[in-house]
């Protein structure tokens, strides 16, 4: 009798904590997949796919990571921190890959952050 189809799957938080326990360890290839394997798992995970982007852009893959972080604006029931959060990772992303305006752009519409100026000097 094949058990490998009996073995429990990891709960969310345990994957999450793997993770970053491997990041810690700078073992980011390790914590990328435990990142994967959790937003397999559970796509509500909006702390998991910022990880994932920041993995992303940690690479120098920042295109995908703009994707991400991009994606995770059009969540809803997201509180203002959360909001804050992924703004600031996108502006990160996206300064990275030397896309600046958009990453000011970013920044200007971080929640609870005053909306002044056009230019850089501004923020």
Known sequence: MDLRFFRRKKDSH???TEAL???LQGDSDSAFEKLRELIREDTENVRAYLKLGDIFRQRGQAEQAIKIHRSLTFRRKLSA????DIYARSANSSRSGKRRRRAFAGLRRR?????????PTTL
């Open 14 to 16: 345990t994957l999450y």
């Open 21 to 23: 326990e491997a990041l």
């Open 81 to 84: 921190a959360m909001k804050a």
């Open 111 to 119: 929640p609870g952050r005053p909306i002044t100026g056009e230019g």
